[in-house]
């Protein structure tokens, strides 16, 4: 009886301790690491100056959206004498230009130019650098709205540090347009959303700006020095992913730093649906394949090469564990075909899911040191901290559209528009109603 317990037990504690040991390894190293960047943060001098900085907004039916992102850019803290804007026009057809041009009325005193491009994300942003003269370009998206300081934050960071080639700003989903969310399962797969983006784009990216191993700059809101990405080839319109494109270009080709600004906030829009989250996490998986085709140099070869190439580490980690992970989820439905004793795997479950509730509400309090006091999102953290006991099964749901990204990226051509889950659930419904018509 001991020995079959024993021999169970070791079974179970097996299959558990790839997922519960990548945790423990991965908090002992970004714990301190990112503790010391707040530390840090907060000891850091201020610049003064105000150069002249390029404002670029790519705009594609964005009527909804677009007055706030630039109310959000006249209430900026920085001069607006020094700040040029581009509002980038992408084929749209909604009335985008009629609020530009009341938008320009009523604020005289702001450099704004509206061009059109109908050519492209990429193309209209390499339009836009081409046009431009200031000493740092920025981009923005046109759903985005920014904290009063964020580019005056952006600007001394830079002024302060020579070293950083361009930076990445900080992402959120904006709370407010959450709580006004009537469903509330979509109010609680936002919240999940937003909870998310604390630990990827603040937390996990601070992480990986402290050590060095930033490799992509969020397109909502990414930062550069003009002589810097001027060396580049610009913005690739033949992927997904013009902005992880953009930013191997500056590390890996001209050996620059990249760096997250902790303090420079933008807000965009939640999520809309079940379905607009699936097709966006297609896309930005699809991004991450096309990237590791085109920089293969960057990320092949032996063992050796694993401690010389960062990139390399970084696409073991991203896609190799998340077969792993695959491989993990399918031994525990294998589990249960041979009739393994319920209780254990209940009891393995009921650990992994306590260590990953750990997890969010450690990553919550140290997202809190590179918030301001003063700031709504600290208490609006605090008082949604119940949405950790969730995250674990939003999280599996993000593997599966990875995992299914993956799939697709192999049998499909890529598209800016993936399906949205309904559309491939319902044809997969179909495709087995098909078999079975035949069949009988």
């Given at each position: 009886?001991?020995?079959?317990?024993?021999?169970k037990?070791?079974?179970?504690?097996?299959?558990?301790?790839?997922?519960?040991?990548?945790?423990f390894?991965?908090?002992?190293?970004?714990?301190?690491?990112?503790?010391?960047?707040?530390?840090?943060?907060?000891?850091?001098?201020?610049s003064?100056?105000?150069?002249?900085?390029?404002?670029?907004?790519?705009?594609?039916?964005?009527?909804?959206t677009l007055?706030?992102?630039?109310?959000?850019?006249?209430?900026?803290?920085?001069?607006?004498?020094?700040?040029?804007?581009?509002?980038?026009?992408?084929?749209?057809d909604?009335?985008?230009?009629?609020?530009?041009?009341?938008?320009?009325?009523?604020?005289?005193?702001?450099?704004?130019?509206?061009?059109?491009?109908?050519?492209?994300?990429?193309?209209?942003?390499?339009?836009?650098?081409?046009?431009?003269?200031?000493?740092?370009?920025?981009?923005?998206?046109?759903?985005?709205?920014?904290d009063?300081?964020?580019?005056?934050?952006?600007?001394?960071?830079?002024?302060?540090?020579?070293?950083?080639?361009?930076?990445?700003?900080?992402?959120l989903?904006?709370?407010?347009?959450?709580?006004?969310?009537?469903?509330?399962?979509l109010?609680?797969?936002?919240?999940?959303?937003?909870?998310?983006?604390?630990?990827?784009?603040?937390?996990?990216?601070?992480?990986?700006?402290?050590?060095?191993?930033?490799?992509?700059?969020?397109?909502?809101?990414?930062?550069?020095?003009?002589?810097?990405?001027?060396?580049?080839?610009?913005?690739?319109?033949?992927?997904?992913?013009?902005?992880?494109?953009?930013?191997?270009?500056?590390?890996?080709?001209?050996?620059?730093?990249?760096?997250?600004?902790?303090?420079?906030f933008?807000y965009?829009?939640p999520?809309?649906s079940?379905?607009?989250?699936?097709?966006?996490?297609?896309?930005?998986?699809?991004?991450?394949i096309?990237?590791?085709?085109?920089?293969?140099e960057?990320?092949?070869?032996?063992?050796?090469?694993?401690?010389?190439k960062?990139?390399?580490?970084?696409?073991?980690?991203?896609?190799?564990?998340?077969?792993?992970?695959?491989?993990?989820?399918?031994?525990?439905?294998?589990?249960l075909?041979i009739?393994?004793?319920?209780?254990?795997?209940?009891?393995?479950?009921?650990?992994?899911?306590?260590?990953?509730?750990?997890?969010?509400?450690?990553?919550?309090?140290?997202?809190?040191?590179?918030?301001?006091?003063?700031?709504?999102?600290?208490?609006?953290?605090?008082?949604?901290?119940?949405v950790?006991?969730?995250?674990m099964?939003?999280?599996?749901?993000?593997?599966?559209?990875?995992?299914?990204g993956?799939?697709?990226s192999?049998?499909?051509?890529?598209?800016?528009?993936?399906?949205?889950?309904?559309?491939?659930?319902?044809?997969?419904?179909?495709?087995?109603?098909?078999?079975?018509?035949?069949?009988?």
């Amino acid at each position: 009886m001991l020995s079959e317990l024993l021999a169970k037990s070791m079974l179970w504690g097996g299959a558990f301790l790839f997922p519960i040991s990548i945790e423990f390894i991965k908090n002992s190293i970004m714990v301190p690491t990112v503790l010391y960047s707040a530390i840090k943060s907060k000891k850091r001098a201020k610049s003064t100056e105000t150069p002249l900085i390029s404002l670029l907004i790519p705009v594609y039916n964005s009527a909804k959206t677009l007055k706030m992102c630039l109310d959000s850019v006249a209430n900026q803290t920085y001069p607006a004498d020094k700040i040029e804007i581009f509002l980038l026009n992408n084929g749209q057809d909604d009335g985008s230009h009629e609020i530009f041009q009341s938008f320009h009325n009523e604020h005289p005193e702001l450099n704004m130019w509206w061009l059109d491009t109908k050519a492209g994300k990429s193309k209209a942003l390499n339009k836009g650098i081409f046009l431009s003269k200031g000493k740092y370009i920025i981009n923005i998206d046109s759903d985005g709205w920014l904290d009063k300081e964020a580019l005056s934050n952006v600007v001394s960071r830079f002024e302060t540090s020579p070293d950083i080639s361009c930076m990445t700003g900080v992402v959120l989903t904006d709370p407010h347009l959450i709580e006004q969310t009537k469903s509330k399962s979509l109010k609680r797969l936002q919240k999940c959303e937003f909870f998310e983006y604390i630990e990827s784009f603040l937390v996990g990216r601070n992480f990986q700006s402290t050590t060095n191993n930033l490799y992509t700059l969020a397109g909502a809101f990414s930062c550069f020095r003009r002589e810097v990405i001027g060396k580049t080839s610009l913005y690739n319109f033949d992927t997904l992913g013009e902005d992880t494109h953009m930013t191997l270009q500056v590390r890996n080709q001209e050996k620059g730093k990249i760096a997250l600004c902790e303090n420079a906030f933008i807000y965009v829009d939640p999520i809309e649906s079940l379905d607009k989250l699936y097709m966006q996490r297609q896309r930005w998986q699809r991004s991450v394949i096309e990237m590791a085709q085109m920089f293969k140099e960057y990320h092949t070869g032996g063992i050796v090469d694993l401690f010389k190439k960062p990139l390399m580490r970084l696409f073991i980690l991203d896609h190799t564990l998340l077969l792993l992970r695959a491989i993990w989820v399918s031994t525990l439905v294998y589990f249960l075909t041979i009739n393994y004793p319920i209780p254990y795997l209940v009891a393995g479950l009921a650990m992994l899911y306590a260590i990953y509730i750990g997890n969010s509400l450690l990553y919550q309090r140290m997202a809190l040191l590179f918030i301001d006091k003063s700031s709504p999102i600290r208490s609006y953290i605090k008082k949604n901290q119940y949405v950790s006991f969730g995250m674990m099964s939003y999280r599996f749901l993000l593997f599966l559209t990875r995992l299914a990204g993956i799939v697709n990226s192999l049998t499909s051509e890529a598209k800016w528009y993936a399906k949205p889950l309904s559309q491939e659930f319902n044809e997969v419904k179909a495709m087995f109603s098909f078999k079975k018509l035949r069949k009988n």
